[in-house]
């Protein structure tokens, strides 16, 4: 065969395989009347891994990286583009790949109908599979199931437990902070974080802290052990590709021992249920109030599930936020003020303020806490898509029909950096763009309305059960740590300290997106906690 007729070849079988199904769903795409954007590579497999590949060896010339497609597709694209490709296309936007149309979501609006009709737009049960490792939970069910998993959930996030985060964050944040100020320089912020977020989840939802003479085991050590195995269970599941055979090995031995933990801790409390009573997230999977149980698997399952989602998305906001206020000066400054005035107003003196009391009043805590989350958010894209019926958005009185079996990404970090919503200052950390004040006081408070464009811990009936736990915690840290201190960079011997400050914030802004959005080397940031 000539080189002429494999060509042809070639070219002919691409075109059945690929091209023709490319132009169908082109086709179907134009009958949407918004802006399409064209990619010969699918969002998943082999051609989309080797894409990235090449775009990270930085081979390629600057006017191929600019096409539209590889700003999509690219590694990380979503939080580094950020709103940029929906100011040149549309907030609303379909990426046509020779698998499928997807379409991407960057107007509020749209978002929270998407989010809002959650029988309409369910999660996609392929991305959710690899979240099943010990059994199905809260986060990747439908349906009914959903419904049942939720009822059952919903009820430990009570007042008692949140008085009992309140207590437990601000008795770990102390340890924390003894351990700081007695340090020079601080290069473990992320894993003490990490820690004092897990050791509260484990007293406040599990009741276990190893003081109980009941428990089973040295539950401290319990702690640490679920922290390795978390951590390196989870880097397998976001990245399954990077892992080499010492890295299987490694993550088969974390699977095991995690499901072991998890099943020891059920076990020990379905042992200790009959004679103790518990409010807490456990007890309350485990004693429904009807037949509608869940299965031994569910319980686990949703054991990892709130390990994982109720520790490290409340643990990296922490890291943020100390790092954000220690390369910002003067916006710790404005923090301390409120902080100062908080705790001076406890008249009693008490070492923890009262949780009823204080949480009400914190506002400009409050508005770091959201402008950190609006532009460092755990989940830059909240993945959903149509059921198996044609779903019709509205949009300014105008209908958009969108195709049955269509994947929807809901932008998040685009929508948090909106200019027309946010400012002209989209990108910048700026915490008192969230600070309104009444017109006929000097009361200052967090606006509601841009709350409302705040979809950090989701929207719709899916928002997210602990969303005021992990502020609760998130409150009581910081009042703890600056109740005397402040925070401060340490410059390496060769930096200023305004290179160490653009350093940080180098690596802030590069942060990079596994199952949540990480800041690399976060370590390699000295602080330190100085007296005031």
């Given at each position: 065969?000539?080189?002429?007729?494999?060509?042809?070849f070639?070219?002919?079988?691409?075109c059945?395989?690929?091209g023709?199904?490319?132009?169908?769903?082109?086709?179907?795409?134009?009958e949407?009347?918004?802006p399409?954007?064209?990619?010969?590579?699918?969002?998943?497999?082999?051609a989309l891994?080797?894409?990235?590949y090449?775009?990270?060896l930085?081979?390629?010339?600057?006017?191929i990286?600019?096409f539209?497609f590889?700003?999509?597709?690219?590694?990380?694209?979503?939080?580094?583009e950020k709103?940029?490709v929906?100011?040149?296309?549309?907030?609303?936007?379909?990426?046509v790949?020779?698998?499928?149309?997807?379409l991407?979501?960057?107007?509020v609006?749209a978002?929270?109908?998407?989010?809002?009709?959650?029988?309409?737009?369910?999660?996609?049960s392929?991305l959710l599979?690899?979240?099943n490792?010990?059994g199905?939970n809260?986060?990747t069910?439908?349906?009914?199931?959903?419904?049942?998993h939720?009822?059952?959930?919903?009820?430990?996030?009570?007042?008692?437990?949140?008085?009992a985060?309140?207590?437990e964050?601000?008795r770990?944040?102390?340890?924390?902070?003894?351990k700081?100020?007695?340090t020079?320089s601080v290069y473990?912020?992320?894993s003490?974080?990490?820690?004092?977020?897990?050791?509260?989840?484990?007293?406040?939802?599990?009741n276990?802290?190893?003081?109980?003479?009941?428990?089973?085991?040295?539950?401290a050590?319990?702690?640490?052990?679920c922290?390795?195995?978390l951590?390196v269970?989870l880097?397998?599941?976001?990245?399954?590709?990077?892992?080499?055979v010492?890295?299987?090995?490694?993550?088969?031995t974390?699977?095991?021992?995690?499901?072991e933990?998890?099943?020891?801790?059920?076990?020990?409390r379905?042992?200790?249920?009959?004679h103790?009573?518990?409010?807490d997230?456990?007890s309350?999977?485990?004693?429904?109030?009807?037949?509608?149980?869940?299965?031994?698997?569910?319980?686990?399952?949703?054991?990892?599930?709130?390990?994982?989602?109720?520790?490290e998305t409340?643990?990296?906001a922490l890291i943020?936020?100390?790092l954000?206020?220690?390369?910002?000066?003067a916006w710790?400054?404005?923090?301390?003020a409120?902080?100062?005035?908080?705790?001076?107003?406890?008249?009693?003196?008490?070492?923890?303020?009262?949780?009823?009391q204080i949480?009400?009043?914190?506002?400009r805590?409050?508005?770091?806490?959201?402008e950190?989350l609006?532009?460092y958010g755990?989940?830059?894209?909240i993945?959903?898509q149509t059921?198996?019926m044609?779903q019709?958005?509205v949009?300014s009185e105008r209908e958009?029909?969108?195709?049955k079996?269509?994947?929807?990404?809901?932008?998040?970090?685009?929508?948090?950096?909106?200019p027309?919503?946010?400012?002209?200052?989209?990108l910048a950390w700026?915490?008192?763009?969230?600070?309104?004040?009444e017109?006929?006081?000097?009361?200052q408070?967090v606006s509601?309305?841009?709350?409302?464009c705040?979809f950090?811990?989701?929207d719709?009936?899916?928002?997210c059960?602990?969303?005021?736990f992990?502020?609760?915690?998130?409150f009581?840290v910081?009042?703890?740590?600056?109740k005397?201190?402040?925070?401060?960079?340490?410059?390496?011997?060769?930096?200023?300290?305004d290179?160490a400050?653009?350093?940080a914030?180098?690596?802030i802004?590069n942060?990079m997106?596994?199952?949540?959005?990480?800041?690399?080397h976060?370590?390699s940031?000295?602080?330190?906690?100085?007296?005031?």
């Open positions: 065969m000539s080189f002429a007729s494999a060509l042809t070639v070219v002919a079988i691409w059945i395989y690929v023709w199904p490319w132009y169908r769903n082109w086709k179907q795409a134009k949407l009347h918004i399409v954007i064209l990619s010969p590579v699918s969002t998943s497999g082999v891994g080797l894409l990235r090449i775009l990270d930085n081979v390629l010339p600057a006017y990286t600019r539209p590889i700003r999509l597709l690219r590694r990380n694209s979503r939080f580094q709103f940029a929906h100011a040149e296309y549309g907030k609303l936007l379909i990426l790949t020779p698998a499928t149309c997807e991407y979501i960057a107007d609006d978002a929270k109908q998407v989010l809002t009709r959650w029988r309409d737009f369910p999660k996609p392929s599979e690899k979240m490792v010990f199905k809260l986060a069910v439908e349906g009914v199931d959903w419904q049942r939720r009822k059952l959930t919903a009820r430990a996030f009570h007042e008692k437990l949140h008085e985060v309140w207590v964050s601000t770990n944040a102390l340890k924390v902070l003894k700081w100020i007695n020079k473990s912020t992320r003490d974080m990490m820690a004092l977020s897990l050791g509260v989840l484990f007293k406040a939802c599990l276990i802290d190893g003081v109980d003479k009941d428990d089973t085991r040295m539950l050590g319990d702690v640490a052990a922290q390795w195995h951590d269970v880097n397998g599941i976001s990245n399954p590709i990077g892992l080499e010492g890295g299987i090995k490694k993550l088969k974390s699977y095991k021992a995690l499901g933990l998890l099943t020891e801790f059920v076990e020990a379905t042992a200790r249920s009959k103790t009573t518990h409010a997230l456990l309350s999977i485990l004693a429904p109030t009807d037949h509608r149980a869940l299965s031994t698997d569910e319980v686990t399952g949703n054991l990892f599930l709130f390990m994982f989602a109720g520790h409340t643990a990296n943020y936020i100390i954000l206020m220690a390369i910002f000066p710790q400054d404005w923090a301390l409120e902080v100062d005035q908080l705790l001076y107003n406890q008249a009693n003196g008490e070492e923890v303020p009262s949780y009823r949480l009400p009043q914190i506002q805590l409050r508005a770091i806490l959201y950190t609006r532009l755990p989940v830059p894209t993945v959903r059921n198996s044609a019709t958005l949009l958009t029909i969108i195709p079996d269509t994947p929807v990404n809901v932008n998040t970090i685009a929508l948090h950096t909106d027309k919503q946010w400012g002209p200052d989209p700026r915490p008192d763009r969230w600070i309104s004040q017109s006929d006081s000097s009361l408070m509601n309305e841009l709350f409302r705040l950090a811990w989701g719709g009936p899916r928002l059960p602990g969303q005021k992990s502020q609760i915690e998130i009581a910081l009042l703890c740590l600056f005397s201190h402040r925070v401060e960079l340490v410059a390496s011997p060769d930096q200023t300290m290179q400050r653009s350093h914030l180098s690596l802004q942060s997106v596994g199952l949540t959005l990480q800041m690399p976060a370590e940031v000295g602080l330190q906690w100085v007296g005031r």
